[in-house]
């Protein structure tokens, strides 16, 4: 039996505008889809007991993400923790992110937020150039995401501010301007993410046009060291490969995830696991909604791991840390010897230099980092 999720991750699929670079599983331009979700929402919720029941799940970390949770704006997010405290029980010094875009974030939303136990909210910034912004089909201005950020940190939430770099036409040096006014605006986490051509996705589609072009490599690569480099001499600790946190604000509800705990997950094309097998809904707002009004639940995909499986997942997200992973507090966790599940791997990386490993710890370099995303099938080549 494993231990109750003490972690719930929350998919609202409602966004004004879809971004040219999207692919996340929402619907732009529907709202009146929101009465709908709710009702989906309070089904699915179901899965869970009641808060007055002894079972009930008390909850360490809560996650709202989306599509964009703020488009509910002050009203609905309300409506939407109404809804979840039926459900779930937060425990002192519960850490609870909403993901928000700048336009949204006005006093009352700032207020709703408040009210509703908020206590850092997750800004999709990108960038705070106007051209970047321009050329990331985002519908926002570099003015409201400061803003935006003044108006959280006035209100004392932490705040994440997710930065993309790699954009089309995007030079190393609006990347650094974009590092610098990031730290000038005193937010205590970054996440940096290089853009990604998704297949489907308009930007996709202009690309093959000819009318986009993504950065070359050695460009994307000097724009992620810069950013490494800048964060870090502003006293940012890099955590994990994207994400960059202030001593003492990392974010705890993705530490759950890389430390493969269980945890729960609703709405569309949220995935939960148990330990062993993840779950994901269906991606399609509207088809997941059918279904679980209809039924309860609306299931895209089931991966049931073998333990072997889920050591190897254990293994991708624990190098993917800066702190690495430690051999016996891997058995620990998973049973399996990391050498016996990737040894070869792992010293071929070391003789590469994008890791080190010193008997006990295992930790990629800056370089290895850089490259972690093709070093993984090494891992499961190892098999
Ligand atoms: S706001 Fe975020 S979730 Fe919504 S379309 Fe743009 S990138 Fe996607």
New binding site residues.
Partial sequence: MHAPPRHVYVHVPF?????G????A?V?GRDDLIDRYFAALARELERLPPVSAAACLELATLYVG???PSHLGPDGLRRLFDLLRTRLVPVAGAEITV?A?PLDVTDAFVAAAQECGVTRVSL?G?SLDAATLRAL???HAPDDVRAAVGRLRDAHLTVNLDLMTAAPGQTRAAVERDLDAAVALDVQHVSVYCLTWEKGTAFDAARRRGQLAPVDDDLERAMFETAIDRLEAAGFEHYEVSNFARPGHRCRHNEAYWDLRPWEAFGPGAARFDGRTRITNHRSPTTWMKGVLAGGECVGDVDAMTAAAAARERLVVGLRRRDGIERRAFRAASGHEIDALAGPAIARWVTQRFATDDGNRIRLTRDGLLVSDGLWADVLADR
Avoid: I, P, S, V
């Fill in positions: 966004c004004r505008h879809r971004c670079y999207c692919d996340f929402l732009a989306g599509g964009t993901e875009n999709g990108q089909d985002r519908d």
